[in-house]
């Protein structure tokens, strides 16, 4: 009987026993990731994520995490009769959607997902860029056809202000942030795409690694003509890429671009509909999604390869690597 206990307990810790690594070379370290996809409306993906960052922070990381909330803005939009409108792919944002943007954000989506985090213990703290001066922006003006175009509340980050996030972290806590920002140059605040947001805020922070959750399984590498999924890429091939990527991604990779440029070591885009996806990704050799590191990271790590492989290749002959 206690022979099979031991046998059936046997790939539990094996799972441990890989995620080992991992836990040594992530501890004490910040990752910032952005809620987002059906990972928000799907109930049990939600209890799932809450899970996942609290075990980050329960094994020695420091997870901030950033979201926004177009389903749930949609829903309120439509409930008070405002129309939804898109341009350049952003939400026009009127004054009065911005207070329904401000007030599902902040009073909605936030206050859930930290009630979620907390069912583990006092941990999570919800802000918003507002707070404490946290994310500034300017009013941002796309151009469309060659012009300058008014989409309303829609704001350019100008500037971060860590001190409140990483007095938070200081404490032991997971910072939940809204994505809205002070102005910069008026009295208004602004509405700021999120994953804009998670990467100024990851590169501010000196994140170890971004996170972007998504619906999809990371970025194709000849979609719709194939579903294979790169797994990884440094910053000048994505860079290349950029160009021919499907709006909706668009503003990912560039996140992922951002904090990669601007000193975060790792930047992914990864499933978010897959339960546990932040876990996978993290802690096993395999992970899932799309990976984005720097020229010289890739460099180093070709170099160790053929390092690997030229004294596996010595030791087979029976000598010594020089």
Known sequence: MSTARRHTALPKAEILIEALPWLTRHNGKVVVIKFGGNAMIDEDLKAAFAQDVVFLRQAGLKPVVVHGGGPQINAQLNKQGLVS???????????????????VLAGQVQRELV?????????????????????????????IDGESVDIGRVGEITAIDTGAIEALLADGRIPVISSIARSADD???????????????????????LMVLTDVEGLYADWPNSDE????????????????????????????????RNGVTTARVIDGRVQHSILLEIFTDEGIGTMVVPDAQAAVTQAAAIQAAATQAVQTQGGDPA
């Open 85 to 103: 409108e898109f341009k350049a792919g952003l939400r026009v944002t009127t004054p009065e959607a911005m207070d329904v943007v401000r007030m």
């Open 115 to 143: 009630g979620l985090l907390n069912q583990h213990g006092p941990l999570a703290v919800g802000m918003t860029g507002e707070d404490a001066h946290t994310i500034t922006a300017t009013k941002y003006l796309p151009e």
């Open 187 to 209: 009295h208004h605040v602004y509405n700021v795409n999120a994953d804009t947001a998670a990467a100024a805020l990851a590169a501010a922070l000196g994140a170890e690694t």
């Open 229 to 260: 999924v790169i797994s990884r890429l440094t910053v000048s091939q994505l860079e290349k890429l950029l160009p021919e990527l499907s709006s909706g991604m668009v503003p990912k990779m560039e996140g992922c671009l951002h904090a990669v």
